[in-house]
Antibody, heavy 121, light 112 residues
Framework: QVQLQQSGPGLVQPSQTLSLTCAISGDSVSSDTAWNWIRQSPSRGLEWLGRTYYRSKWYYDYAVSVKSRITINPDTSKNQFSLQLNSVTPEDSAVYYC????????????WGQGTLVTVSS | DIVMTQSPLSLPVTPGEPASISCRSSQSLLDGDGHNYLDWYLQKPGQSPHLLIYLGSNRASGVPDRFSGSGSGTDFTLKISRVEAEDVGVYYCMQALQTPHTFGPGTKVDIK
């Protein structure tokens, strides 16, 4: 049974870096799938942020809206992946989810529990 | 980016009665392989979204058969044949054709 366990701070100061981790159990971060970050806010709804996946080498795709500020990193030693979002503003306040992508039929089949992140001083 | 719209945005329902949600995409989700890359998710209060329907009409594992998806190209529908109290929440369609994957604004279903 695949489970995704998120961790990270719920409060980030403006201009600082938001950092979240998604620990994977029941699958491997290097498996034939993709690992995603999605956020949800009242103003923007559900917004896909980016993904990483392994196909002989690591690939990364990011949403244009955050491309200059985002990094998603896999960690094979800990079987997890992370999100870093730099230079945050209050507009980045949201519930952040990690999610696994079913590669062949194309859907998000497993989601983390969500982390509410508030950007405020 | 592909823009997803849904209607209605709010849907009060009576238990035992049918319900229907419409989803439209700004471009066709029908791929060259013949599949429509449209998913439906339900987010129950206080929970993460979970998959109901994929490829436009395929029920995910464990999803009751009162849920059905239909449509092709740019127009899709989610139907609940007989609504139950546990079906309350927000329903989202999402295009799975290309990144960035984009979601509809959601349809909030609650009991009258």
């Amino acid at each position: 049974q695949v489970q995704l366990q998120q961790s990270g701070p719920g409060l980030v100061q403006p201009s600082q870096t938001l950092s979240l981790t998604c620990a994977i159990s029941g699958d491997s971060v290097s498996s034939d799938t993709a690992w995603n970050w999605i956020r949800q806010s009242p103003s923007r709804g559900l917004e896909w942020l980016g993904r990483t996946y392994y196909r002989s080498k690591w690939y990364y795709d990011y949403a244009v809206s955050v491309k200059s500020r985002i990094t998603i990193n896999p960690d094979t030693s800990k079987n997890q992946f992370s999100l870093q979002l730099n230079s945050v503003t209050p507009e980045d306040s949201a519930v952040y989810y990690c999610a696994r992508w079913h590669h062949y039929d194309r859907y998000f089949d497993h989601w983390g529990q969500g982390t509410l992140v508030t950007v405020s001083s | 980016d592909i823009v997803m719209t849904q209607s209605p945005l709010s849907l009060p329902v009576t238990p035992g009665e049918p319900a229907s949600i419409s989803c439209r995409s700004s471009q066709s989700l029908l791929d060259g392989d013949g599949h429509n890359y449209l998913d439906w998710y339900l987010q129950k209060p206080g929970q993460s979204p979970h998959l109901l329907i994929y490829l436009g009409s395929n029920r995910a594992s464990g999803v009751p058969d009162r849920f059905s998806g239909s449509g092709s190209g740019t127009d899709f529908t989610l139907k609940i044949s007989r609504v139950e109290a546990e079906d309350v929440g927000v329903y989202y369609c999402m295009q799975a054709l290309q990144t960035p994957h984009t979601f509809g604004p959601g349809t909030k279903v609650d009991i009258k």
